[in-house]
């Protein structure tokens, strides 16, 4: 199992339906590390939808179970998505705009 760790600012997304979804964007080495665990899984024939990776997130006392997705950026640097549900940013106090600082096990 991998862990990383990783601060980035947490985002929300309005949804054609009116729902919203709160992100935090997981870039540079980290989302380089992801990125080399998704291909060798998907090598390995260990691949999922999307691309997804299943991951185990902590924030401060938090830890829950979700998935993190690529997010396709032509050329660029790797870029995954992580998901903040209500009940974690209830619990941990969390406000779109401000910095989030993270651990993944994968």
């Not at 380089?32 to 998704?38: D, K």
Request: overall charge neutral; proline content about 5%.
């Amino acid at each position: 199992m991998e862990q990383l760790s990783f601060t980035g600012p947490l985002w929300r997304w309005n949804g054609n339906g009116g729902g919203t979804w709160h992100f935090v964007t997981i870039v540079g080495t980290a989302g380089e590390a992801l990125a080399a665990t998704a291909l060798m899984r998907k090598l390995e024939g260990l691949g999922r939808g999307w691309g997804s990776l299943r991951v185990s997130v902590t924030i401060g006392e938090t830890r829950w179970q979700t998935s993190v997705f690529p997010q396709k950026r032509e050329g660029g640097a790797p870029e995954w998505l992580l998901p903040v549900k209500a009940a974690v940013r209830k619990a941990e106090d969390l406000v779109a705009g401000e910095p989030v600082s993270l651990t993944l096990d994968y």
